[in-house]
């Protein structure tokens, strides 16, 4: 755990961030709501993601419902700090000894929702490398391209 390593004495609560309702949809608020409770707690929160915070990642959306939860309570935001780190993608590169892009060559970073219009004019104006971030259920689309 990446937070023993830095904070080991601390004592760490793990809270579930599901993000979808029962219908399936993405709900920030009752995780903007666990974490809110655990500040007025008086407790220090962290969040930990996968790759850089900054690059198609929860915290966004989390931290604008942090801010909704907060004026429901009308309570005040907590500050959220982001430490940014390396994405996925550029880790999964480096391990596996492959450069994405050097020079004057074009690298396109594409969301996993992509519209396949993106896709294609990625390759039609002659991308050197294209990332599909999470794009696992893309790789249909993908091979036909």
Known sequence: MVFRAVLPSAP????PIDVYN??????YGPAADALLDEVAAGRVVAVAVLGDP????VI???????????DKRDATTPP?????GITTFQQLAAHAGLTLA?????LVVLPRNFKREQLDAALA???NAIVVCKGGRSVPA???A
């Open 80 to 84: 959220v700090v982001s430490i940014s």
């Open 102 to 106: 050097e020079s004057n060559e074009t």
């Open 12 to 15: 760490v609560t793990r809270l």
């Open 60 to 70: 966004a959306p989390l931290t604008n419902a942090l801010g909704d939860a907060a």
């Open 125 to 127: 104006e002659g991308t």
């Open 142 to 144: 993908l091979v036909e």
């Open 54 to 57: 900054n690059v198609f990642s």
């Open 22 to 27: 029962a219908k399936g949809e993405v709900d």
